[in-house]
């Protein structure tokens, strides 16, 4: 079965940095882009950042240019999300996820709290 596990999520100050890690599995990997999105109550679900199956390219939503970065390995079927310079408009659920054919999967999400 598909399974997408995130971690590295918690409570970080404003300014500060945190990496997020999502393990995958069930599938092959390296054939897919794969995604990060968010959520925060009472917002709809931001797509964070894309990348490339060999990780060549990358997007980002407007308010995470500059500041986050997706990357991807390929051999240990992970792929990472690097935050900088959080805001606490950051703080939320933030979720991997991968397009497979006819479904797409998610990972039951980690919290990321942005905080003095």
């Known amino acids: 079965q598909v399974q997408l596990v995130e971690s590295g999520g918690g409570l970080v100050q404003p300014g500060g940095s945190l990496r997020l890690s999502c393990a995958a599995s069930?599938?092959?990997?390296?054939?897919?882009?794969m995604r990060w999105y968010r959520q925060t109550p009472g917002k709809e679900r931001e797509l964070v950042a894309t990348?490339?199956?060999?990780?060549?390219?990358?997007s980002y939503g407007d308010s995470m240019k500059g500041r986050f970065t997706i990357s991807r390995d390929n051999g240990k079927n992970m792929v990472y999300l690097q935050m900088s310079r959080l805001k606490p408009e950051d703080t939320a659920v933030y979720y991997c996820?991968?397009?497979?054919?006819?479904?797409?999967?998610w990972g039951k999400g980690i919290l990321v709290t942005v905080s003095s």
């Open positions: 996820h991968a397009d497979l054919p006819h479904q797409d999967y």
């Open positions: 069930g599938f092959t990997f390296s054939a897919y882009p």
């Open positions: 990348i490339t199956s060999a990780g060549g390219s990358t």
